[in-house]
């Protein structure tokens, strides 16, 4: 989600191309109850863990040039990921605050703390900017990132690579502790939001490190200690374990649990990648969804509400779908009116979660592209 590393680099890994479109689908399958994909939740929490899978990306992508002019850099950070989190919040603060008159019973009205403290240390204030909690979390870990970087000699050898990943992991833990303990309620949760990224940030710059040496790992061992692992989890604690870091909920299994599963999560999907790498090329869907990630993340709710009122506009005009609940659609941001009760049907949501952010893309490619034309003819 980071734009840093959005697949528009000259040496696009196509592995990690199919990992972000990967990741941004998981986000999308997860605020919608599974997507309408059975077994989507069977080995993985999708949802949660779609961070730790963004988080490790920007870490394999981060360059140790960028911290020669660490000023230079983090301005550029702030403009690529704060200056469209405050779009996004007066977007959708104007939206909610409209919706809040109509009758809807979800979200906070637009003001100063809305629209200026909390959308970097909440963004749940509207609803639909829930997804981009991580967004001010992953600028920190790339700010202290860049700073250990600045300090190293040799920051791009295998020994600092190793050194920062052990010690990101150790904040991570004890972030997580931490937010455990507080229940995720305090001023500082943007700061353990960022403690609990780090150690897949750190993850993804080792990585790139020793990915020669990974790859050679055959597919059958590869994926038999995953699932093994897994299978270990999930028979002890009896259940698919479910966390959400951006509260820290449900973390009761304590705090180096979540890493477990999100390193194997990670490692999952990198080898998908991997074999998925000859599809991945050809497709220009994959690439589209991998370069706009932050636009599907933080507009996929949005297409979802507007599925919601398709229906609900069938059931009182026309009076079809008699079950809708008109109630909860009101009062519940998380009623999915699912047609004939069929849960397949959320695969409706999903397309709407995915096609509604793209088709914004496009049209703002468009705009730039007219307002750059005419701004040269004058």
């Not at 791009?156 to 991570?172: I, M, T, Y």
């Not at 069938?314 to 849960?343: E, I, M």
């Not at 007219?370 to 701004?375: E, S």
Request: glycine share 8%; aromatic share 16%; net charge positive.
């Amino acid at each position: 989600m980071d734009n840093q590393t959005n697949g528009k680099q000259k040496s696009t890994d196509f592995t990690f191309l199919f990992v972000y479109a990967v990741a941004a689908l998981m986000v999308i399958i997860a605020h919608g109850n599974g997507g309408g994909f059975l077994g989507a939740y069977d080995w993985y929490a999708w949802g949660p863990q779609a961070v730790a899978l963004f988080s490790f990306s920007s870490g394999f992508f981060y360059k140790s040039s960028y911290a020669k002019d660490p000023g230079k850099y983090i301005l550029r950070q702030f403009k690529k990921l704060i200056l469209p989190l405050y779009g996004c919040s007066l977007f959708y603060g104007i939206l909610t605050t409209l919706l809040l008159k109509r009758g809807f019973a979800y979200g906070k009205s637009i003001g100063l703390k809305t629209l200026l403290i909390d959308p970097l240390t909440d963004t749940h204030q509207f609803l639909f900017t829930q997804a981009l909690w991580y967004i001010p979390a992953i600028l920190i870990v790339s700010i202290v990132f860049t700073l250990l970087v600045r300090l190293s000699r040799e920051p791009d050898g295998v020994r600092f690579a190793s050194a920062v990943f052990v010690l990101f992991l150790a904040a991570g833990i004890l972030g997580s502790y931490a937010g455990i303990q507080c229940e995720g309620e305090t001023e500082a949760i943007v700061i353990l939001r960022a403690m609990y990224l780090m150690p897949f940030y750190a993850a993804g710059y080792l990585y790139r490190r020793i990915a020669d040496k990974v790859s050679r790992i055959p597919n059958m061992l590869y994926f038999t200690v995953l699932f093994v692992i897994m299978l270990f989890l999930i028979i002890h604690y009896r259940e698919l374990l479910i966390f959400h870091p951006s509260w820290f909920k449900d973390f009761y299994k304590g705090p180096v649990i979540p890493y477990v599963i999100g390193f194997c999560q990670i490692a999952f999907w990198l080898r998908v990648g991997k074999i998925m790498e000859p599809v991945t090329k050809e497709s220009a869907l994959i690439r589209l969804i991998a370069d706009n990630t932050y636009d599907i993340v933080a507009h996929h709710l949005l297409g979802f509400f507007l599925v919601k009122c398709i229906f609900a506009a069938l059931h009182s005009w026309a009076g079809l779908y008699p079950d809708f609940d008109s109630a909860a659609f009101h009062t519940n941001f998380q009623y999915f009116y699912l047609p004939g009760g069929v849960t397949q049907s959320m695969l409706i949501y999903t397309a709407a979660g995915v096609a509604l952010p793209l088709i914004w893309v496009i049209l703002k490619k468009k705009i730039r592209k007219a307002i750059q034309n005419r701004t040269a003819e004058t």
